[in-house]
């Protein structure tokens, strides 16, 4: 691969740069909508930065600014891994596949790439926050002299990073798999706020910074924030130490730019394997039994098999599934590792998993019609609600079981793992049951395009399905939740609330059958204004 006439592998870096600066230009003449946003977002980006920056200098002289500083430079490198995982087409030069027709070499490709990609806002960002890290730590011009070299190769660092795991996942990245984890992004985020939120009331309540020493005394030698680490280091006086930092992130350095070079290498150079042979692959997966072997036989596994698929393949789906299984073992557990939860938070669990079952035909949108065609009587549709049913216990169960556990482990509460465990198949089963029904009386369509849930005009049936639905659930669970309300407050009830699992399970199990055994015939009779409903947008 030979470097294109006419342009110097020393002139490609201004060429690439004025690439990346008329990309930017360009789109933000797109709409007015565009400029607004990029302003907005570049303002907030700067204010934020700005406060970073004035709260790390205040930080200066404290005893622990340099475990704050290290931890955010290892947050900012994580930052920089994981985003272009998420938000691929934020940055058009992410994509190398776009020159792969373009006679380059890899590494001045490279080299113009990482130049490039030092424009920006992320990047602005990124150099405040390491500029007020090594102003926290820096005593000394032997301190401020390492300085000047460890930001920017902390900056690198961080660049590079991200473009060896963008050049790493451009095949995964421009797939539907690619695009699932754009959905799930939003996910991530609530749960890492979740997560920051935890770990600031803990930092609080257990003797302050000092709490972060034991992780920076680690991160001092991790990549980039070694880098700051070194600064820190020489204003001790610890010379030899510093340089051992500033060599593991030179060397993260190197060996993250040839990583790239490879991955580029690899993609300029090599067919697309997903269009290689892809019959091949395709026919065994459609003659592979798989998990139809675990499966009943007849309409049934074929109706949960269906359902599983689409929990794992459609990117709509798999979203809702995942952030209800993040939020059903986040709220109880993070409760009581605060010591402010109670065993009876794990029937969270259960609750966000039962939302599933509304709105069960939405999910297909306009494929239902094949559904439809298939449905000729009430018992069908009664097999084919048993179906989906069963393919939502088989995740939601054992998921459950295993969050009521964890969470009682936590809080050392045994005596109540029979209760709790009752309570939540019991609140489970009415919601399958009233999920059930209310999907033959309010469905509404789920848009494939975008991040909207609901199709324009079908709000308010969304409201009614979901809300109504737990309303009713909440109230066909009471017999549970007084009977358990009673053992727990009776002189002797304590010998009995064992009691609650075998006929929390069962109530749960006769609930179900019923609520199926009743949406059947409304699916049976409903099914073109159904079919009608779930077809929109």
């Not at 695009?179 to 939120?197: H, K, M, Y």
């Not at 596994?301 to 809702?320: H, I, Q």
């Not at 010591?339 to 939302?355: D, E, N, Q, R």
């Not at 399958?432 to 789920?446: D, E, V």
């Amino acid at each position: 691969m030979t470097t294109a006439p006419g342009v110097s592998a020393t002139s490609l870096t201004p060429v690439v740069i004025r690439l990346k600066l008329s990309l930017l230009r360009n789109g933000l003449r797109q709409s007015g909508g565009r400029r607004a946003a990029y302003i907005a977002s570049v303002v907030v980006a700067l204010l934020f930065a700005a406060l970073q920056l004035l709260g790390l200098i205040a930080l200066r002289g404290d005893a622990h600014a340099a475990s704050v500083a290290l931890l955010l430079t290892a947050v900012l490198a994580l930052g920089w891994a994981v985003m272009p995982l998420f938000f691929p087409s934020g940055d058009e030069t992410l994509d190398p596949t776009r020159l792969v027709m373009l006679p380059l070499r890899p590494e001045p490709l490279v080299r113009a790439l990482l130049a490039a990609s030092l424009v920006g806002i992320g990047p602005l960002f990124t150099l405040c926050l390491l500029t007020g890290s090594v102003i926290s730590v820096a005593h000394g011009a032997a301190a401020w002299v390492t300085a000047v070299l460890a930001v920017p190769l902390a900056l690198l660092v961080c660049v590079a990073l991200a473009r060896a795991v963008a050049a790493a996942n451009i095949r995964l990245l421009s797939s539907r798999k690619g695009r699932d984890l754009a959905v799930l992004s939003g996910l991530v985020i609530a749960v890492g706020a979740q997560v920051v939120n935890f770990g600031l009331q803990r930092l609080g309540s257990s003797g302050g910074l000092a709490a972060l020493d034991p992780a920076g005394d680690v991160l001092r030698w991790v990549p980039p924030a070694s880098a700051v680490g070194a600064v820190g280091s020489v204003s001790d006086g610890s010379y030899a130490t510093a340089a051992v930092q500033l060599a593991l992130s030179g060397a993260a350095l190197a060996g993250l730019l040839a990583l790239w070079s490879r991955h580029l290498t690899r993609l300029m150079t090599s067919p697309d394997g997903s269009t290689l042979q892809a019959a091949e692959p395709a026919a065994r997966e459609r003659t592979s039994p798989g998990l139809a072997r675990l499966l009943p036989a007849g309409r049934t596994g074929t109706v949960m098999e269906r359902s599983l698929r689409y929990v794992w393949r459609d990117p709509k789906t798999k979203a809702a599934w995942v952030t209800s299984l993040a939020i059903g073992l986040i709220v109880p557990v993070f409760n009581a590792l605060q010591g402010t939860g109670s065993a009876y938070f794990a029937c969270f669990a259960a609750g966000m998993l039962g939302i599933q079952m509304y709105n069960q035909f939405g999910q297909d949108t306009s494929a239902f019609w094949i559904v439809a065609m298939t449905v000729s009587s009430t018992r069908d549709a009664y097999v084919e609600l048993r179906g989906r049913a069963l393919a939502l216990l088989l995740i939601t169960l054992p998921y459950a079981t295993l969050v009521t556990v964890l969470t009682t482990a936590l809080l050392g509460a045994w005596r109540q793992l029979p209760e709790v465990l009752g309570l939540s198949f019991a609140l489970l089963g009415a919601m399958l049951a009233t999920g059930a029904w209310s999907s033959a009386r309010f469905p509404y369509s789920i848009p494939q395009e975008g991040y909207k849930n609901v199709a324009p005009g079908q709000a308010g049936l969304a409201w009614i399905a979901i809300f109504g639905g737990m309303v009713s659930a909440a109230l066909l669970s009471a017999p549970v939740i007084a009977l358990t309300i009673w053992l727990n407050v009776s002189a002797d009830g304590d010998r009995w609330t064992w009691l609650l699992l075998p006929l929390g399970a069962g109530y749960g199990t006769l609930i179900t059958l019923l609520g199926l055994r009743l949406a059947a015939p409304r699916t049976a009779r409903r099914l073109p204004e159904i079919l009608a409903a779930v077809s929109k947008g």
